[in-house]
């Protein structure tokens, strides 16, 4: 079964890091682009960080932009979000995603999804 497995979320107070993990499973992970996205509640879900397959190219939202950070392994077929400085509006189920042709935030362009994790930001 073809599927990208999101794991890593929590609970956790405004300030400290959290990692995210998405790890493909059953195929190579060998997209042009992966990205993560986040969906609150009432909201849309937007996108805020996608990496390419040369793990160079990278793309942030200014939601995140100098707070998370963005990589991929491709020998282990997992891609990492790194979350710092968290804070409250941060709190979202979290996303990875791919398929898209190239690097971007668009969640249109994206076909296959992982099942999401909650990461809560509260003092």
């Known amino acids: 079964q073809l599927q990208l497995v999101v794991s890593g979320g929590g609970s956790v107070q405004p300030g400290p890091s959290l990692g995210l993990s998405c790890k493909a499973s059953?195929?190579?992970?060998?997209?042009?682009?992966v990205g993560w996205f986040r969906q609150a509640p009432g909201k849309e879900r937007e996108g805020i960080a996608c990496v390419g397959s040369n793990n160079v190219t990278r793309l942030f939202a200014e939601t995140v932009k100098g707070r998370f950070t963005i990589s991929r392994d491709n020998d282990k077929d997992t891609v990492y979000l790194g979350m710092n400085s968290l804070k409250s509006e941060d709190t979202a189920v979290y996303y990875c995603a791919t398929g898209a042709p190239w690097c971007t935030l668009d969640r249109i362009l994206y076909a296959t999804w992982g099942q999401g994790t909650q990461v809560t930001v509260s003092s």
């Open positions: 059953g195929f190579r992970l060998t997209d042009p682009a």
